[in-house]
T-cell receptor
Framework: DAGVIQSPRHEVTEMGQEVTLRCKPI?????LFWYRQTMMRGLELLIYFNNNVPIDDSGMPEDRFSAKMPNASFSTLKIQPSEPRDSAVYFC??????????????FGAGTRLSVL | KNQVEQSPQSLIILEGKNCTLQ??????????LRWYKQDTGRGPVSLTIMTFSENTKSNGRYTATLDADTKQSSLHITASQLSDSASYIC???????????FGTGTRLQVFP
């Protein structure tokens, strides 16, 4: 398996524009997580899905952020409109209930977002 | 409030030396604690995991310890190598939930 695949790897956009980040989890994994990482705050959980259903979105900063998982092999995180303070690295991770119980998540390489 | 604090924030050592990273947590109820290694530009990768009853676990040159009474964990790296340069993140899981609490990490730099 190629692991968790995220695209794009880098995104530079102007304030006010819509940004869409994409994630393909590991095949067979039924949990999918979206994280944001900054120097100041470290890794923060934004939202996670189980069997394509959002379970906890309490980490989503505000209404400008939305996430979808239309099927088991694809998820998107959308920011509309984007702001400079959204600049961060966004990670997607996937897991199974078995590996999650052991606190194992498999992370993608991340998308580095810069909002100018 | 469930929190995980790590120290030091950053550390510089010479190749071949040992070092110890600290993690203190206030997570309750506790399930397990895992150390992740994150190379620059990559996602975190799991190193070791410990449950409540375990107090030490090794993975090559990495040895993690856990004191569930004082709610402290440490990650000891022996005979450091240049490839050990990375951020090390302590992650604690909350019992009977899917919730993970992340520390902000320790950035380790190993110089030749």
């Amino acid at each position: 398996d190629a692991g968790v695949i995220q695209s794009p790897r880098h995104e530079v956009t102007e304030m006010g524009q819509e940004v869409t980040l994409r994630c393909k989890p590991i095949s067979g994994h039924d949990y999918l997580f979206w994280y944001r990482q900054t120097m100041m705050r470290g890794l923060e959980l934004l939202i996670y899905f189980n069997n394509n259903v959002p379970i906890d979105d309490s980490g989503m900063p505000e209404d400008r952020f939305s996430a979808k998982m239309p099927n088991a092999s694809f998820s998107t995180l959308k920011i509309q409109p984007s702001e400079p303070r959204d600049s961060a690295v966004y990670f997607c991770a996937s897991s199974t209930s078995l590996t999650l119980a052991k606190n194992i998540q498999y992370f993608g390489a991340g998308t580095r977002l810069s909002v100018l | 409030k469930n929190q995980v604090e790590q120290s030091p924030q950053s550390l510089i050592i010479l190749e071949g030396k040992n070092c110890t990273l600290q993690c203190n947590y206030t997570v309750s109820p506790f399930s397990n604690l895992r150390w992740y290694k994150q190379d620059t530009g990559r996602g975190p990768v799991s190193l070791t995991i410990m449950t409540f009853s375990e107090n030490t676990k090794s993975n090559g040159r990495y040895t993690a310890t856990l004191d569930a009474d004082t709610k402290q964990s440490s990650l000891h790296i022996t005979a450091s190598q240049l490839s050990d340069s990375a951020s090390y993140i302590c992650v604690v899981s909350v019992h009977n939930t899917d919730k993970l609490i992340f520390g902000t990490g320790t950035r380790l730099q190993v110089f030749p």
